[in-house]
C-alpha cells in the first residue's frame, strides 16, 4: 500500500474554496485504478489548513494519479490559494488487519 498526506494551508477567506475544489475532484480521483481512498480534512487547529489522505494499492497507482488531468486541475486551481509551500509526506506501508 502506498499513503501519502499532503498539508497546506490557504487564508481563512480561500479554503472553502480550495475544499470545494478537493471535493469536487474526489468522485474522479476514487474511480482511478488503483485508488483506495482520497479524504480531504479541514484543520481543526485554524481556519486556514487543509490535509489530502490518499491510499494507493501501490506507487503505480500514485504516480498515475500525479500525471492525471485531476491532479493538473487541482493544482492550477490551489497552488494560487496556498500561503506557502505545501508539504507531501509518502509513505510505503503494510496493512496489517482491517477492523469493522
Same mark, same amino acid.
Given at each position: 500500500m502506498f499513503i501519502a498526506i499532503l498539508d497546506f494551508h490557504t487564508t481563512a477567506t480561500d479554503r472553502p474554496t480550495a475544499? $470545494?475544489?478537493?471535493d469536487g475532484e474526489s468522485a474522479e480521483v476514487r474511480a482511478m485504478p488503483g485508488n483506495i481512498a482520497?479524504? =480531504?480534512y479541514a484543520s481543526r487547529d485554524d481556519q486556514t489548513g487543509v490535509a489530502v489522505v490518499? #491510499?494507493? #494499492?501501490? #506507487?503505480? +497507482?500514485? %504516480?498515475?494519479?500525479l500525471g492525471s488531468e485531476a491532479f493538473a486541475r487541482s493544482g492550477a486551481a490551489l497552488r494560487p490559494m496556498m500561503t506557502g509551500a505545501p508539504v507531501s509526506r509518502r509513505f510505503s %506501508? $503494510?496493512?496489517? #488487519?482491517? =477492523? +469493522?
Open positions: 475544499l $470545494a475544489q478537493l482520497f479524504r =480531504v490518499h #491510499e494507493w #494499492e501501490n #506507487e503505480t +497507482a500514485f %504516480a498515475g494519479y %506501508a $503494510a496493512l496489517l #488487519e482491517t =477492523v +469493522a
